[in-house]
């Protein structure tokens, strides 16, 4: 079956630092590829998608290359801020059907 | 209206107690969902409806009881809930095969 696996956390970096959180998946077909994003004590926000091979995603200085070649979506940021700090999780959705498979999800703090 | 509205934000419980927790959205998306995140975890799939019926079912207890009584409305009715079922109770929805656009949950404990 589909299955995504992510860095484990916590993920933590000094404000205006480098980030790289990792996702690799396991997939029959060509699946859509996401990013989202999980604030203390809310829902799940989109951050961002790839639908196919070579797209690139990007939103709020995140972006992340969908690399069908070593099954990849990693997710990067220049530059993050204190207010980049929650959850992110990896998730991919099967043109078989509309339903999302999760990644462990990976906790980023970041310090001032 | 790009949101998808959940009640309450916050929910306690007695494992005797019947309570339902409501989903809302206005942006014509016919599927809905309803997922469970307990701590630390990535949200689990329960049920989803499509076009007002019930779809899936991942083998979700019968303590938990969804229901659609219309295209922009789902319930998930709560009858003899187990400490266990504590957890962040999430509802989505999309159009057919459009991205999920979650709400931000109901936090449920169960004392």
């Known amino acids: 079956g589909d299955s995504v696996t992510q860095m484990e956390g916590p993920v933590t970096l000094s404000e205006e630092a480098f980030l790289t959180i990792n996702c690799t998946y396991t997939?029959?077909?060509?699946?859509?590829l996401f990013w989202y994003v999980q604030y203390p004590g809310e829902g799940l926000q989109l951050l961002l998608k790839a639908t196919k091979a070579d797209d690139k995603g990007s939103n709020k200085g995140f972006e992340a290359t969908y690399r069908k070649e070593t099954t990849s979506f990693h997710l990067e940021k220049g530059s993050v801020q204190v207010s980049d700090s929650a959850v992110y999780f990896c998730a991919l959705r099967n043109n078989a059907g509309n339903m999302l498979t999760f990644g462990g999800g990976t906790r980023l703090m970041v310090k001032p | 209206d790009t949101e998808v509205t959940q009640t309450p934000k916050h929910l306690v419980m007695g494992m005797t107690n019947k309570k339902s927790l409501k989903c809302e959205q206005h942006m014509g998306h016919r599927a809905m969902y309803w997922y469970k995140q307990k701590a630390k975890k990535p949200p689990e799939l329960m049920f989803v409806y499509s076009y007002e019926k019930l779809s899936i079912n991942e083998s979700v207890p019968s303590r938990f009881s969804p229901e659609c009584p219309n295209s922009s409305l789902l319930n998930l009715h709560l009858h003899a809930l187990q400490p266990e079922d504590s957890a962040l109770y999430l509802c989505?929805?999309?159009?057919?095969?459009?991205?999920?656009?979650f709400g931000s949950g109901t936090r449920l404990t169960v004392v």
């Open positions: 997939a029959t077909g060509y699946p859509s």
């Open positions: 989505a929805s999309s159009l057919a095969q459009g991205d999920l656009i």
